[in-house]
C-alpha cells in the first residue's frame, strides 16, 4: 500500500512538471479551437449522413416493394393451387370422367411407371409408379383410402396447372408431387420412360422433403434453390413450395420454379429507373441470386468477413444499413420470398451525387479553417519548441551520460537524496545495488575501446530493462553502475539484483564483425531497513564493500549482505 502510494505522488509530480510547461498550454489552447470547430462541422456531416442513409433506404425501399409485389401474384396462385386442391379432396366432383381415371388408375398401378389422361387439351396427365416403387420408402405412403380422392383432386387441379402454364410470365413449372406416387407438372414428360427418375428426383428434392409435418409445421411457403438437372435444362432453379394437408394427413407438395435468369429479369424490372448504386437479390444464406450489374460491368462481391457482418446485421432487423470501408449496404427483407435485396452504394457513386457535393463543400471548408489554425499553431509552437529544446538538450547532457544514456554520477545522487529522503518521511523501504562488470579492462585490451563502450552501452540497456518506472540508475564509473530502489526492502532488491546479474550473463554481444563475446557482473546489495539508515553516500558505500565480496567470491554473483550473518 505505502509503495502504490509513493508511486502515485511521483507520477502526480511528473505530471504537475509537465503541465507548467508553456508548450503544452499553446498546444492546449489550440487543440480546444481545433475540437470545437471541428465538432460544429462533424455535428452537420451527422445530419448530412443521417439524410443520405434515409435516401439509400427509400431507394431500396422502393425497388424492394417492386419486386415483392412481382413475386406476390405468383406466390397468390400457389396458395389458390394448395386451395383448389384441398377443396377438391375434401369435396371430389362427380363426373364420370374423373371415375373412369380413378378406376383406370386400379388397373395400371402395378405397373412400374402409367399415366392418366382425361383431357390433355384442358387438363395435365397424372404420371405415377407402381405400389411397390412406393413401399420402398417411409416417406411416400399410397393410402387406399384416400388415394381416390387424390387423384380425382389432382385432375381437377390439373385443369387450374394448365391454365397457368398457359398464362405464366414469372414461373418455369408448377408442379404437384403426391406422397402416394404420381405427379403432374406443367412440363409433363414425353415419354413414359422418364416417370420413375423423374418422379425420384422431385421427392428427394428439399423443397419436398421439407413440407414435413415435423419440419413445416406452421405449413408455409418455403423457399429452396434447388440443384441442376436434365428436367431444369441443367440450371438452378428457385422453388417456392407449400404442404398439402387434408384432415392432419400430408398428401404432396405444390411447389413453383423459377428460374435464375427470370428472378435476373424481376429484378432488373424494379431497378429499371434506378441508375445509383447496385442491387442484389439473395437467399437467406447469403448466396446471390440476381444482380442489377450490366453485363459486362463489375459486380460487388463481399469476402467471408464482410459477409459475416452482414449476415449478423440482417438477423437482428428486417431493414438497415451498414458501412463496409468505402461501400455502404442498405438491405430490407421481402414478404413475398424468403430472401433479401441489397444496394451498395460505392464511394465514387456517393461523391458524385448532391450528398457527396455537400459534403465535400464542408470538408474543403472544415480543412480551410484547420490549416490557416494549423499555421498559427506552428509559428507561436516553433518558438517556444526552440526556447524549450535548447533547454531540455543542456539540461540532459548535464544529468547523463552520454554513452549509457543513463544519469550520471551528479544526477544519480541528487535523485537518490531526493529519493531516500522521501522513503524516510513516509517509513518506506529503500535499497541500492551496486553493479561492476567482471574483467572490463582485457575487453577493452583485447578488443579496443570502440569494443568496451558497445559492451557499456548494452549493459546499460539490460540494466534499464529490468528497472521499474520510478527506479534510477546510473553510470557512476568507468564500468561501474548504482541502481536506487525507492519502496522496495533488501529481499526483493536481492531478487531485482538476481534479474539483472542472469540478464547481462544470458546476453551475446557483438563487438566487432563474427565476434560475440558473453560478460557478467558482480553486484552488491545494500537497503534501508538493515539498520534504519536512509544516508544514500552511506547505502551505495555498504553496496559497494558487498560487491567487491561477490568479485572476491568468484565474480558473477550477488552479495547482499555480510559475510557473517551468512
Request: hydrophobic residues 40%; glycine residues 6%.
Amino acid at each position: 500500500m505505502q509503495r502504490d502510494t509513493f508511486v502515485v505522488r511521483q507520477s502526480f509530480l511528473q505530471w504537475l512538471h509537465k503541465r507548467s510547461n508553456p508548450g503544452r498550454i499553446v498546444n492546449l489552447c489550440f487543440l480546444i479551437v481545433l475540437v470545437f470547430s471541428t465538432l460544429l462541422t462533424w455535428r452537420e456531416v451527422v445530419v448530412l449522413e443521417e439524410a443520405y442513409i434515409s435516401s439509400q433506404r427509400n431507394h431500396l425501399d422502393t425497388v424492394a416493394s417492386s419486386l415483392d409485389r412481382q413475386l406476390q401474384n405468383s406466390i397468390d396462385r400457389l396458395l389458390l393451387f394448395r386451395q383448389g386442391m384441398h377443396d377438391a379432396i375434401e369435396t371430389p366432383l362427380a363426373f364420370e370422367v374423373l371415375q373412369d381415371a380413378v378406376s383406370r388408375f386400379n388397373t395400371v398401378r402395378m405397373l412400374p411407371t402409367w399415366q392418366l389422361a382425361v383431357d390433355k387439351k384442358r387438363t395435365l396427365p397424372i404420371n405415377g409408379v407402381s405400389d411397390a416403387f412406393v413401399e420402398k420408402t417411409t416417406l411416400l405412403n399410397r393410402d387406399a383410402e384416400r388415394i381416390s380422392h387424390e387423384i380425382s383432386a389432382a385432375l381437377e387441379v390439373g385443369y387450374l396447372l394448365r391454365l397457368a402454364s398457359s398464362r405464366a410470365q414469372t414461373e418455369a413449372r408448377v408442379i404437384y408431387v403426391s406422397r402416394a406416387g404420381f405427379f403432374l407438372s406443367t412440363d409433363t414428360p414425353d415419354r413414359a420412360g422418364d416417370i420413375t427418375a423423374r418422379y425420384y428426383n422431385l421427392v428427394t428434392q428439399s423443397w419436398f422433403t421439407q413440407q414435413s409435418e415435423r419440419n413445416n409445421r406452421a405449413r408455409a411457403v418455403r423457399w429452396f434453390i434447388s440443384t441442376p438437372s436434365s428436367w431444369t435444362g441443367d440450371e438452378r432453379t428457385i422453388t417456392a413450395s407449400v404442404p398439402i394437408y387434408f384432415d392432419r394427413y400430408w398428401y404432396g407438395v405444390v411447389a413453383m420454379d423459377f428460374t435464375l435468369s427470370t428472378m435476373q429479369r424481376l429484378l432488373a424490372d424494379a431497378t429499371e429507373d434506378r441508375t445509383e448504386g447496385e442491387y442484389q437479390l439473395y437467399d437467406t444464406r447469403l448466396n446471390m441470386i440476381a444482380t442489377s450489374a450490366h453485363a459486362g460491368s463489375p459486380v460487388n462481391h463481399f469476402d467471408e468477413r464482410e459477409a459475416a457482418q452482414i449476415a449478423q446485421a440482417i438477423e437482428h432487423d428486417t431493414g438497415g444499413g451498414i458501412r463496409l470501408g468505402s461501400r455502404f449496404i442498405t438491405w430490407e427483407r421481402l414478404d413475398h420470398f424468403d430472401g433479401v435485396v441489397l444496394r451498395i452504394h460505392t464511394l465514387h457513386e456517393g461523391v458524385q451525387d448532391d450528398f457527396g457535393s455537400i459534403s465535400i463543400v464542408l470538408a474543403l471548408l472544415w480543412a480551410l479553417f484547420t490549416a490557416m489554425l494549423l499555421i498559427s499553431w506552428l509559428v507561436i509552437r516553433r518558438m517556444v519548441s526552440n526556447m524549450y529544446t535548447l533547454q531540455h538538450s543542456l539540461q540532459w547532457q548535464a544529468w547523463h551520460d552520454p554513452l549509457t544514456r543513463l544519469n550520471n554520477r551528479g544526477a544519480l545522487f541528487d535523485h537518490a537524496k531526493m529519493l531516500a529522503e522521501t522513503c524516510r518521511q513516509q517509513s518506506l523501504p529503500f535499497s541500492v545495488i551496486q553493479i561492476d562488470l567482471d574483467h572490463f579492462k582485457n575487453i577493452n585490451d583485447r578488443f579496443g575501446h570502440q569494443a568496451g563502450d558497445k559492451v557499456l552501452s548494452h549493459t546499460a540497456g539490460l540494466i534499464a530493462s529490468a528497472l521499474r518506472k520510478n527506479d534510477v540508475a546510473g553510470r557512476v564509473g568507468g564500468e561501474e553502475f548504482c541502481v536506487v530502489l525507492p519502496g522496495i526492502g533488501l529481499e526483493e532488491a536481492r531478487g531485482v539484483a538476481d534479474r539483472i546479474r542472469c540478464r547481462i550473463n544470458s546476453k551475446e554481444i557483438l563487438v566487432k564483425k563474427s565476434t560475440t563475446l558473453r560478460i557478467s557482473a558482480s553486484l552488491g546489495v545494500s537497503s534501508a531497513d538493515e539498520a534504519g539508515n536512509y544516508d544514500f553516500e552511506q547505502l551505495q558505500s555498504v553496496a559497494d564493500v558487498r560487491l567487491y565480496e561477490a568479485k572476491q567470491s568468484g565474480r558473477n554473483r550477488v552479495v547482499w549482505r555480510d559475510q557473517d550473518r551468512k
